[in-house]
C-alpha cells in the first residue's frame, strides 16, 4: 500500500549538490553546476492526496503556526518516496536560487533523526545563511532553525554554529544590529556566534539567552528585551 512505500529506502537515490553528485554512499559521480530539489518532491499546501495533507495539518498545527501563505512564499514541499521520504522540504534561496535545503520529519519517527539534509554538503563553509532577503527593518534575529526563523522574522544559521563565511554573508546584508538568540541549551555557543560577527565586522551585535526556544516567544517581545 501507500504507507509501505512511503517508508521504502531507494539505494540508488541521487542528490545534487553544489557542482557534485553523489549517491546515498557520498561517492562522486560526476560534476554539477547547481543545487536542486529532490526528484520526489511535491509542493505544499496539499489538501488532496493523503501524504499532503499530513505534511499540510503538520505545520499548520504546529505550536506556532505555518500557514498556506508561508507555504508557499517559502515554496516548502514534501516527499514520499526517495531519500527524503516522509519528511517536509524546507527550502534555502537566496536571488531566485536555491542554496540549500533540510528535510523534516513529519510522522514523528522516532527511529530516525528530525532533519536529514544533502549528504556532504557543508552549508557553514559555504556561508549559507536562510532568510535574510525577508528580515523587515535594520534589526537581524539569528536563531538556529529555519522555523523559528520564519517565526521570528530573523534569519537562520541552521544550527548552533555561526561560520566566518556566514559571518561575511550576513554582513553583505549591512543590518544595524544584530541579536542572537538560540536554543536555551545553546548560550556557550551563543557567545562564540558573537564573537565570529563581531570578528567579521557586523554592526552592533548583541545576544539574548531565553528560556527555552526561540519559537516559544513572539518577535515583539524579543525586541523588547
Known amino acids: 500500500g501507500s504507507s509501505g512505500k512511503l517508508f521504502e529506502l531507494i539505494k540508488n537515490t541521487k542528490v545534487e549538490i553544489d557542482n557534485i553528485y553523489i549517491d546515498q554512499d557520498n561517492k562522486k559521480i560526476k560534476e554539477l553546476d547547481y543545487i536542486s530539489l529532490p526528484e520526489e518532491y511535491k509542493p505544499?499546501?496539499?489538501?488532496?492526496?493523503?501524504?499532503?495533507?499530513?505534511?499540510?495539518?503538520?505545520?499548520?498545527?504546529r505550536k506556532r503556526r505555518i500557514?498556506?501563505?508561508?507555504?508557499?512564499?517559502?515554496?516548502?514541499g514534501y516527499c514520499t518516496s526517495g531519500r527524503f521520504n516522509g519528511r517536509i522540504i524546507l527550502p534555502c534561496y537566496e536571488?531566485?536560487?536555491?542554496?540549500?535545503?533540510?528535510a523534516r520529519d513529519f510522522l514523528n519517527r522516532e527511529h530516525l533523526i528530525r532533519y536529514d539534509q544533502i549528504p556532504g554538503y557543508k552549508v557553514h563553509e559555504n556561508g549559507i545563511v536562510f532568510n535574510c532577503e525577508n528580515v523587515v527593518?535594520?534589526?537581524?534575529?539569528?536563531?538556529?532553525?529555519?522555523?523559528?526563523?520564519?517565526?521570528?522574522?530573523?534569519?537562520?544559521?541552521?544550527?548552533k554554529l555561526i561560520s566566518n563565511?556566514?559571518?561575511?554573508?550576513?554582513?553583505?546584508?549591512?543590518?544595524?544590529?544584530?541579536?542572537?538568540?538560540?536554543?536555551?541549551?545553546?548560550?556557550?555557543?551563543?557567545?562564540?556566534?558573537?564573537?565570529?560577527?563581531?570578528?567579521?565586522?557586523?554592526?552592533?551585535?548583541?545576544?539574548?539567552?531565553i528560556t527555552g526556544n526561540p519559537d516559544d516567544y513572539e518577535r515583539v517581545d524579543l525586541v523588547k528585551r
Open 67 to 76: 500557514d498556506t501563505d508561508i507555504m508557499m512564499k517559502y515554496k516548502m
Open 44 to 61: 505544499l499546501p496539499d489538501f488532496d492526496s493523503h501524504f499532503g495533507k499530513i505534511a499540510t495539518e503538520y505545520l499548520l498545527n
Open 137 to 159: 527593518g535594520e534589526l537581524c534575529i539569528i536563531v538556529e532553525g529555519m522555523l523559528d526563523a520564519i517565526h521570528v522574522g530573523g534569519i537562520s544559521s541552521f544550527g
Open 165 to 209: 563565511e556566514q559571518a561575511r554573508t550576513i554582513k553583505r546584508y549591512k543590518f544595524n544590529k544584530h541579536i542572537v538568540i538560540f536554543d536555551e541549551d545553546a548560550e556557550k555557543e551563543a557567545l562564540k556566534a558573537v564573537n565570529t560577527l563581531e570578528r567579521n565586522s557586523c554592526d552592533s551585535v548583541g545576544v539574548l539567552f
Open 95 to 102: 536571488n531566485g536560487k536555491l542554496q540549500f535545503f533540510q
